[in-house]
């Protein structure tokens, strides 16, 4: 199996910075990562993508386009997300997702946990 464990959630007044980090792990051995990105959920919304890096290319939704930056270390398999200028409408749980090819299976969907991250007017 594989694990994606975030880190770095909380409260931030607006206009402050907060950065999520997320860990790919496995007892397996990991061959590859593919897709790596950010989802979050705010109360009573559907999951909505944040950003993916893929390839060396980042794609990013509208409203964080210019606030959010995406980045990953893939010899460490991390994924962060640095937010600035964080507006109220950020808050939500965001979740780290990866595409993983881990021991003899082929690529997968994997999910964190979800992060909370509050953004106080």
């Known amino acids: 199996q594989v694990q994606l464990v975030e880190s770095g959630g909380g409260l931030v007044q607006a206009g402050g910075s907060l950065r999520l980090s997320c860990a790919v792990s496995?007892?397996?051995?990991?061959?590859?990562?593919?897709?790596m990105g950010w989802y979050r959920q705010a109360p009573g919304k559907q999951r909505e993508l944040v950003a993916t890096?893929?390839?060396?290319?980042?794609n990013y939704e509208a409203s964080v386009k210019g606030r959010f930056t995406i980045s990953r270390d893939n010899a460490k398999n991390l994924v962060y997300l640095q937010m600035n200028s964080l507006k109220p409408e950020d808050t939500a749980v965001y979740y780290c997702?990866?595409?993983?090819?881990?021991?003899?299976?082929?690529?997968?969907?994997?999910w964190g946990q979800g992060a909370q991250v509050a953004v106080s007017s």
């Open positions: 890096t893929s390839g060396g290319n980042q």
């Open positions: 496995s007892a397996l051995r990991i061959r590859s990562i593919n897709t």
């Open positions: 997702y990866a595409n993983v090819r881990a021991g003899f299976s082929g690529p997968r969907d994997y």
